[in-house]
């Protein structure tokens, strides 16, 4: 079981995560949100911020991936998209300036949620609160 941590205020990452249940079929992923109690639990454990909520992380056999290195082992697994994860030949530095562009201006672009998203009855299973 994967975990993927995003900011759970974020329009844009709710949306991604909509994407994410929808064309994963295998149900390989459990969601939780970098605001919950794992999410920060996590973030601290790792040295990241607690506060500057700027990246998605996947938790895959215990070791925690980031920024498009995230997004693109996410992609790897979902129905119709696993050629995403051809991008991962790009350097690091490229593919992260890019992830960076749209981290930086998802609130000003996509907008911000007053609260976490919280899952449907159907997909109560899948988050990790």
Not at 5 to 19: E, I, K, T
Not at 81 to 87: D, E, V
Not at 95 to 117: H, M, P, Q, T, W
Request: charged share 20%; aromatic share 14%; net charge positive.
């Amino acid at each position: 079981m994967d975990i993927i941590f995003f900011d759970g205020v974020c329009n844009f990452c709710n949306a991604s995560v909509n994407f994410v249940i929808d064309h994963d079929s295998a149900r390989r992923y459990r969601f939780a949100s970098l605001q919950s109690e794992l999410g920060q639990k996590t973030l601290q454990e790792n040295g990241y911020s607690t506060v500057e909520l700027s990246t998605i992380l996947l938790l895959r056999n215990g070791k925690l991936y980031q920024k498009s290195t995230a997004a693109l082992e996410i992609a790897r697994y979902l129905k119709g998209w696993s050629w995403l994860y051809g991008f991962i030949f790009l350097p690091r530095f490229i593919r992260d300036a890019v992830y960076g562009l749209v981290a930086r201006n998802r609130y000003r672009i996509f907008g911000k949620s007053e609260s976490c998203r919280i899952p449907t009855p159907e997909e109560r299973s899948l988050f990790i609160v």
